[in-house]
């Protein structure tokens, strides 16, 4: 069979990162490197606050993130929790990948791993991002000072987390046919602090396998965790289930746990590819060796029925 052209998928706000990946994938660069490339510009970029420096922080006002990148040919994977003070928690969950003799990293050790290896570090609670910080507390009824002598934060954090998630992820296939793939975030904002989504959770919120194609998701964090969604989403590639297809049927099973935001973005290993959501107005983007530019549509809406499983539209 012909190689497949090479492709990068992102959600909607990875977009402009798509560029930095196909310059490599371009010149015949692994998808690994490509996927890692377009997660840093996104890392990077205060104006989007779901991801690196200026993304939200949990509910002490620390930006802590989350990362995780796959080899989907050789399926070594490394990621990162809970990590502060550094602008890049893609590079470092690679870094644990290649590095040492673990696959996942988390808190104050990943922070001395990062430190370790030499990793950029970084003040990522930007002047923006901590105004709307203090602007949350303020609804609750709390201040910054008031927040840090708390004893307990749980009945805070109920106030102050709502539906302000956000995550970016890339998934790649280069002109040799192997796939990656890379997710990067700063979680939910306004969170416990310690708390992990699915972002860095390999199977969860990112899989991939070169055979067969990858997956990631977005959104609520939990149920990607409670239904090891991406990797079941490449089980259903793996079975002959189409790219359209099988991002419906993920959030058909999110759907049947919670009517939360929920989101997925599907890869085939010969570059067809598709995006699903429970929500309108979510997109996602693509670009091609063959493109100028990326390309957004919308993704696949599939609504939540009032009984247990889901109805799907365009």
């Not at 909607?12 to 690994?32: D, K, P, Y």
């Not at 990793?119 to 105004?131: D, F, I, K, Q």
């Not at 602090?193 to 990112?206: F, L, M, W, Y």
């Not at 599939?302 to 365009?314: F, K, P, T």
Request: aromatic share 4%; with cysteine.
């Amino acid at each position: 069979m012909p190689r497949p052209l090479a492709t990068i998928v992102a959600s909607g706000n990875g977009a402009n990162a798509l560029a930095a990946g196909m310059r490599i994938l371009a010149r015949g660069g692994a998808a690994l490197d490509a996927v890692e490339a377009c997660a840093k510009v996104v890392e990077a970029d205060p104006a989007d606050t779901s991801v690196g420096r200026g993304g939200k922080p949990n509910v002490l006002g620390q930006v802590e993130l989350d990362a995780s990148i796959v080899d989907g040919t050789t399926h070594r994977t490394g990621a990162v929790a809970a990590l502060t003070g550094y602008l890049h928690p893609i590079s470092v969950a690679r870094a644990v990948m290649e590095r040492t003799p673990h696959v996942f990293i988390v808190g104050q050790g990943a922070a001395r791993f990062a430190g370790e290896i030499g990793a950029e570090r970084a003040r990522n609670l930007t002047p923006s991002t901590r105004a709307l910080w203090v602007e949350k507390l303020r609804e609750a009824g709390e201040t910054p000072a008031t927040i840090r002598r708390r004893a307990r934060l749980l009945p805070v954090v109920r106030k102050t987390v709502g539906e302000e998630r956000g995550t970016v992820n890339f998934l790649a296939v280069d002109a040799k046919g192997n796939v990656a793939s890379a997710v990067t975030t700063s979680g939910w904002a306004y969170k416990y602090p310690g708390r992990v989504g699915d972002s860095p959770v390999i199977g969860a919120g990112n899989f991939c396998d070169s055979r067969y194609g990858a997956a990631a998701c977005t959104g609520f964090g939990e149920l990607a965790i409670r239904g090891v969604t991406a990797k079941t989403a490449v089980d259903r590639l793996a079975q002959g289930m189409p790219a359209d297809m099988a991002a419906r049927a993920a959030i058909g099973d999110a759907n049947a746990l919670d009517d939360a935001a929920f989101n997925i973005v599907v890869l085939t290993a010969r570059g067809v590819h598709a995006a699903a959501t429970n929500r309108e107005g979510r997109r996602y983007a693509w670009l091609t060796a063959g493109m100028r530019e990326p390309l957004t549509a919308p993704r696949i809406l599939v609504r939540r029925s009032r009984a247990r499983g889901a109805r799907a539209s365009r």
